[in-house]
């Protein structure tokens, strides 16, 4: 059981590049959340899914693309790098929604991403 | 809108020493109330939560938080702290009707020998 993974750890890109964070978990949990954390600022989140086929933005989804085809995988996709996006991504999962007292959401080990 | 001010950025204290981290939401309803703990270069890990009933959460590494709703608080605390507390620690608030969490912008806490 290999809990939340995301691929790959750190990553360089130039501004205008486009390119995909992985996350995969393999706990057959329904719901998956991409956050970004910025110093300073806590984590902010960017899009969730409640299961495969449905998506949902959150805080600050701009600049983010998902899509969620099976259960296990929830792919961010940034579509033209630019310098704001510099962060640490997290991906989350849960087997019911996080706000449910009945499990706990599970953090990756996060992807820094640095946009030159 | 439905925020999470946690006042203190850093906080140092020496090591057995007791530790109180603050937070404080904005909230119409009873929130859903969590506290993260993440060490450096890691992901974060639930230490406790409350959706209601008793208003003091246990939690692990003997973290306990207390509920005032008076207050809007649920801060965090230990009776005395270990080098291996050492970390950032988020307080985030809930809602009941959607997968959704809001977080802190999270206090550093470093441990004095």
């Given amino acids: 059981n290999a809990g939340v993974t995301q691929t790959p750890k750190f990553q360089v890109l130039k501004t205008g590049q486009s390119m995909t964070l992985q996350c995969a978990q393999d706990m057959n949990h329904e719901y998956m959340s991409w956050y970004r954390q910025d110093p300073g600022m806590g984590l902010r989140l960017i899009h969730y899914s409640v299961g495969a086929g449905i998506t949902d933005q959150g805080e600050v989804p701009n600049g983010y693309n998902v899509s969620r085809s099976t259960t296990e ?3 961010l996709r940034l579509l033209s790098a630019a310098p704001s996006q510099t962060s640490v991504y997290f991906c989350a999962s849960s087997y019911v929604p996080a706000t449910s007292l009945a499990d706990t959401q599970y953090f990756g080990p996060g992807t820094r991403l640095t946009v030159l | 809108a439905q925020s999470v001010t946690q006042p203190d950025i850093h906080i140092t204290v020496s090591e057995g020493a007791s530790l109180e981290l603050r937070c404080n939401y904005s909230y119409g309803a009873t929130p859903y109330l969590f506290w993260y703990v993440q060490s450096p270069g890691q992901g974060l ?12 959460v246990q939690g692990i590494k003997g973290f306990e938080a207390e509920f005032k709703r008076s207050q809007s608080s649920f801060n965090l605390r230990k009776p005395s702290v270990h080098w291996s507390d050492a970390a950032e620690y988020f307080c985030a608030v809930g809602y009941s009707s959607a997968s959704k969490i809001i977080f802190g912008s999270g206090t550093r806490l470093s441990i004095r020998p």
Avoid at chain 2, 45 to 56: A, E, N, R
């Fill in chain 1, 73 to 75: 995988d929830f792919p």
């Fill in chain 2, 45 to 56: 890990q639930l230490l406790l939560k409350y959706f209601s009933g008793d208003t003091l």
